[in-house]
T-cell receptor, first 115, second 115 residues
């Protein structure tokens, strides 16, 4: 298993500002994943972060809005930039123990409210 | 386009009864189907995985069935307890192409077990 620490657990931010979410894993992992979970909706993959390379973004998500860092094999950050109320959501980081079956471990999530 | 459907309405059952949750999908041929539990304010927790060539999988009070013809999975909790109250997500994992597997999540069904 993997233990994932994510912070902050929640925040209320003013529109136009940026928030950086941190994700720390207790073991080295190749890939880390960032998801968004909007109320009543499924988890949506934002991007995949590999150490030492640019993150790979899913359709509808761009680096300017959601820059990601992956400085080493146990840590990643996701920044939500120039926030608007539509960015209010839960953001989750995740790792997989087995690439084939994709058993995922999640952090506790960051509940973001933009006012 | 690929679509996963879970009952959006909450499922309320009496303690001791069997809870049955449904996951239907279209335009998808998954290699694996996963079930996760998510409690309020927490990230999802992996419960069970079933492979495309398996009909049924059990783990303690949990049972999952997978019908690739009907494109449906059923998730059963027998002898349900109030502690089983949570949102349950199904997720589909595609066949491996050598890279990472992009997991697609359903919206989840909220289960409430009434004492």
């Amino acid at each position: 298993s993997a233990v994932i620490s994510q912070k902050p657990s929640r925040d209320i931010c003013q529109r136009g500002t940026s928030l950086t979410i941190q994700c720390q894993v207790d073991s080295q992992v190749t890939m880390m994943f960032w998801y968004r979970q909007q109320p009543g909706q499924s988890l949506t993959l934002i991007a995949t972060a590999n150490q030492g390379s640019e993150a790979t973004y899913e359709s509808g998500f761009v680096i300017d809005k959601f820059p990601i860092s992956r400085p080493n094999l146990t840590f990643s950050t996701l920044t939500v930039s120039n926030m608007s109320p539509e960015d209010s959501s839960i953001y989750l980081c995740s790792v997989e123990r087995d690439r084939e079956i994709a058993e995922a471990f999640f952090g506790q999530g960051t509940r973001l409210t933009v006012v | 386009s690929q679509k996963i459907e879970q009952n959006s309405e909450a499922l309320n059952i009496q303690e001791g009864k069997t809870a049955t949750l449904t996951c239907n999908y279209t335009n998808y041929s998954p290699a694996y189907l996963q079930w996760y539990r998510q409690d309020p304010g927490r990230g999802p927790v992996f419960l069970l995985l079933i492979r495309e060539n398996e009909k049924e999988k059990r783990k303690e009070r949990l049972k999952v069935t997978f019908d690739t013809t009907l494109k449906q999975s059923l998730f059963h909790i027998t002898a349900s307890q109030p502690a089983d109250s949570a949102t349950y997500l199904c997720a589909l994992v595609p066949r491996s192409t050598g890279g990472y597997q992009k997991v697609t999540f359903g919206t989840g069904t909220k289960l409430q077990v009434i004492p």
